[in-house]
């Protein structure tokens, strides 16, 4: 069985600019979460998406939006890009239900962001 | 509300030697407990996870128990190895909707 696959692995972008990561999720985890991870804040949760509705949401500003689609493939979306975006980006899938069905949450490889 | 605290790292050992990783968390109820390991360069790997008070969680020689009562969650293995090298992080499943909140994390550092 496949795992989390993100795309891309590795990318730079300059300040201004917007970028995209997409996240294609375990077979059959309809539950995709996104995760922030830099040296100075650690690991930090971005959003949350279930059957295409975020039901749940980090404490990150408005430029940081995502999406989920019909076959549960999520993206995430950074405009605006600042220098403290740079940050390893973790997606994770994990079947349907809530944290109190003992679900196990799966990460994928991430995507290094670098801003320059 | 909730969080999680893990011991300052970083942590060496010579092979062999016995690994302890402590991690402590506050939360309301009964969250599931994890325990993740990151290799250089890699995302995240499940390593081992507790869902309820006094579960012991165990996977490639690590182990760990869900205590309520001092609310912890230490890492153990009897015997590290040089492969073992990586951070460790703790991570506790917060109400509602598969959040996970992690420690800081912990570099472990194994030289032969």
């Known amino acids: 069985k496949a795992g989390v696959t993100q795309t891309p692995r590795y990318l730079i972008k300059t300040r201004g600019q917007q970028v995209t990561l997409s996240c294609s999720p375990i077979?059959?985890?309809?539950?995709v979460s996104w995760y922030q991870q830099t040296p100075g804040q650690g690991l930090q949760f971005l959003f949350e998406y279930f059957s295409e509705t975020q039901r749940n949401k980090g404490n990150f500003p408005g430029r940081f939006s995502g999406r989920q689609f019909s076959n549960s493939r999520s993206e995430m979306n950074v405009s605006t890009l600042e220098l403290g975006d740079s940050a390893l980006y973790l997606c994770a899938s994990s079947l349907e239900g809530d944290s109190n069905s003992g679900n196990t949450i799966y990460f994928g490889e991430g995507s290094w962001l670098t801003v320059v | 509300g909730n969080s999680v605290t893990q011991m300052e790292g970083p942590v060496t050992l010579s092979e062999e030697a016995f690994l302890t990783i402590n991690c402590t968390y506050t939360?309301?109820?009964?969250?599931?407990l994890f325990w993740y390991v990151q290799y250089p360069g890699e995302g995240l790997q499940l390593l081992l996870k507790?869902?309820?008070?006094?579960d012991k969680g165990s996977n490639k020689g690590f182990e760990a128990t869900y205590r309520k009562e001092t609310t912890s969650f230490h890492l153990e293995k009897g015997s590290v190895q040089v492969s073992d090298s990586a951070v460790y992080f703790c991570a506790l499943l917060s109400g509602g909707y598969n959040k996970l909140i992690f420690g800081a994390g912990t570099r472990l550092a194994v030289h032969p």
């Open positions: 939360a309301t109820g009964y969250p599931s």
């Open positions: 507790a869902t309820k008070a006094d």
């Open positions: 077979s059959g985890h309809r539950s």
